[in-house]
């Protein structure tokens, strides 16, 4: 962009960090989520134990990953 000043310079290169910044952060939550569902599913690793070794809350861990659904029993 022609005619900018050093301000406009700033702004544009802050905003440019900041979008990397976001997309590293989305990666990164993404990977937390899957791996706290793949604790309960297939570790059997329950909220509270996931919540001390992240530092989320207790519920906030068993809302992205409830319990999983067992099968109904006959």
Known sequence: MSGMDEFDERLAAAAKKRARAKE????????????LVEGRNEHGKGPSYMAKL???????????APE?????ES
């Open 24 to 35: 590293a952060f989305d990666r990164a939550d993404e990977e937390v989520r899957a791996l």
């Open 54 to 64: 992240t530092g989320f809350t207790r519920e906030w861990v068993a809302r992205i």
């Open 68 to 72: 999983p659904k067992r099968p109904a």
